[in-house]
């Protein structure tokens, strides 16, 4: 049985043990949006120490902070998300083969949203962290380098939960709109890892 306690509230220790339980939720999207958050968090850190060299580490401290507000959330919202994909195929068993087919396809597209999401999101990290990689503390730039990466395997992984949510639906653009975010963090993560110094 899953934690009653919201995601959020969890100790790291639980919140691992909740990933590794033997159930389908949470899941890799939580995870990814965990990871992304912490990516998030990794800037806030690299602007915050890089305010004595850096004119604009409060605004780019301040934008880490947000995107770490945007991601935190979606590891819930995803679980939940899911956790009712996967309860609608269960209660659509009993019916015809295609109000089922239709019912399922229609749960897991709304179990696309968060990771979709998740992936957006993970663009704005990568290119906060390429630009803090640039102009950042020599000190941060390591961590704005690995906060980069971080983002940009988030948005692969994303992209790819997009698509396996969107199988039973044919040429969903969102399935391109995904992979273009995943390409996008990557290059931003790219940029990151040689900043023009």
């Known amino acids: ?22 159930r389908a939720v949470p899941g890799g999207g939580s995870a990814l949006a965990f990871a992304l958050a912490t990516a998030a968090a ?3 850190m690299a602007a915050r120490i890089s305010k004595d060299s850096w004119e604009a ?5 301040a934008q880490a902070e947000a995107l770490r507000a945007r991601a935190a959330p979606l590891a819930q919202v995803d679980a939940d998300v899911y956790a009712q994909a996967l309860a609608a195929r269960e209660a659509a068993a009993a019916l015809s083969p295609e109000r089922r087919d239709w019912q399922i396809g229609q749960a897991f ?3 696309a949203e968060p990771p979709l999401e998740i ?26 380098e690995a906060a980069a990466a971080l983002a940009a395997g988030v948005a692969r992984g994303a ?10 639906v ?5 399935i391109a709109e995904a992979k273009r975010f995943a390409e996008a963090a990557e290059t931003a993560s790219s940029r990151a890892g040689s900043p023009s110094r």
């Open 1 to 22: 049985m899953a934690s009653a306690r919201p995601i959020l509230e969890l100790t790291l220790a639980e919140w691992l043990d909740e990933l590794a339980a033997p």
């Open 159 to 168: 992209a790819a939960l997009v698509d396996v949510n969107l199988t039973a």
């Open 42 to 44: 990794v800037l806030g």
């Open 119 to 144: 992936a957006r999101t993970a663009v704005d990290v990568a290119e906060l962290a390429a630009e803090i990689a640039a102009y950042g503390d020599v000190r941060v730039r390591p961590d704005a």
């Open 109 to 111: 597209a709304r179990a």
């Open 170 to 174: 044919e040429g969903d653009p969102r």
């Open 57 to 61: 580490a409060g605004p780019a401290a």
